[in-house]
């Protein structure tokens, strides 16, 4: 068990409960761009934050954002090694049976618009830079897995290259490489649809 250096101090409920409440919204789009299914991504996030809370919430509450980014991390990997298990029986059994012979279908889940489209409109600055964003979380679901976690957590979440580098169990070499891959591939793609990075 580590010793507490001069200064360091355990959290409390409370700093966790703060440390979860701030972290939470970035988390769920983190693991949206991951595994592409909100429902997922919510079950993903909900159970990284339990296991901060029952086996880290007594550490340092500086501690908690790279604890918890290799958490999160690694419950995503975890989605898909049991992805990989199940792949076989979905791919058997998923012609056997449409959407619509289930007995839970509801006709409005496929008429309900996620990003609330069917709001009234905002002001056109706002309605742009929604546009924009969208149009970057879309180049950020098409990067490759390692290069989106990297740029995700160095420029998400702040972490260096080492706090990413020991979050993603690799060198701050490799670090660097997928981050200035992501940042070129981000680009290209934003520049293809007409938004140019400054």
Avoid at 24 to 31: D, G, L, V
Avoid at 82 to 89: A, E, G, L
Avoid at 94 to 103: I, R
Avoid at 175 to 190: G, I
């Amino acid at each position: 068990m580590r010793t507490l250096t001069k200064g360091e101090k355990l959290s409390t409920s409370a700093e966790l409960s703060q440390f979860l409440s701030s972290v939470e919204r970035r988390a769920f789009k983190h693991a949206v761009f991951a595994v592409r299914d909100d429902h997922i991504a919510l079950d993903i996030v909900q159970d990284a934050m339990l296991k901060l809370a029952e086996k880290y919430g007594d550490k340092p509450a500086e501690e908690l954002p790279m604890l918890f980014q290799r958490i999160l991390q690694n419950t995503i990997r975890d989605h898909y090694r049991r992805q990989k298990v199940r792949s076989y029986w979905i791919t058997l059994f998923s012609g056997l049976q449409s959407k619509h012979d289930e007995e839970e279908f509801d006709p409005l889940d496929i008429l309900e618009d996620g990003e609330n489209q069917s709001s009234p409109l905002v002001p056109d600055e706002s309605l742009q830079q929604k546009q924009i964003i969208a149009l970057i979380e879309q180049a950020l679901a098409k990067l490759p897995a390692r290069q989106r976690e990297a740029f995700l957590l160095r420029y998400w979440e702040g972490l260096d290259t080492t706090e990413t580098a020991a979050t993603m169990g690799c060198t701050e070499g490799s670090v660097k490489t997928h981050c200035s891959r992501a940042v070129h591939a981000l680009a290209v793609s934003l520049k293809a649809k007409g938004v140019e990075l400054p």
